[in-house]
């Protein structure tokens, strides 16, 4: 695919998660998706994975997030195989406490199917509001 049709299938994507839609994403993601969340802190690792993907990551994000979670992206910026996308999340928690991010995430797509993420966040909002991750 070309860097248009993949900025194409991210704002596709992003259209859904706006709307704490994640049905796009997931059907997008290749078997073998991994997704890096940078930092220090407990969420911060490598998923390796689809079905990790979906049990740990997501998993534990829908004990803490009320309701779809809701990712806005503001910019793509897509080259070759990458697409970068800058977002901004729009979350409340269990506890009702506000969890809006900021996010840069780089993704690599082949093929038309998502095959790598790595996340870039304000970790310590992350630990502030979502906890240790465990």
């Known amino acids: 695919m070309s860097a248009a049709e993949n900025k194409q ?6 259209g859904g998660l706006a709307e704490g839609n994640a049905r796009p994403f997931v059907e ?7 997704w890096t969340v940078t930092g220090t802190t407990k969420w911060s690792k490598t ?15 829908r004990t803490r997030i009320e309701g779809g979670i809701r ?3 503001q910019r793509f910026i897509a080259e070759g195989d990458y697409v970068v996308v800058e977002a901004r999340g729009n979350n ?7 969890y809006n991010n900021r996010y840069c995430f780089v993704f690599r797509i082949s093929g038309g ?8 966040l304000d970790t310590e909002l992350v630990t502030t509001a979502l906890g240790d991750g465990e």
């Open 113 to 120: 199917q998502l095959q790598e993420l790595t996340e870039y």
């Open 47 to 61: 998923y390796e994975g689809k079905q990790a993907v979906i049990t740990e990551l997501f998993g534990q994000l």
């Open 9 to 14: 299938l991210m704002q596709t994507i992003f």
């Open 92 to 98: 409340t928690t269990k506890r009702g406490k506000p």
């Open 71 to 73: 990712t806005t992206a």
């Open 28 to 34: 997008a993601m290749a078997d073998g998706f991994r």
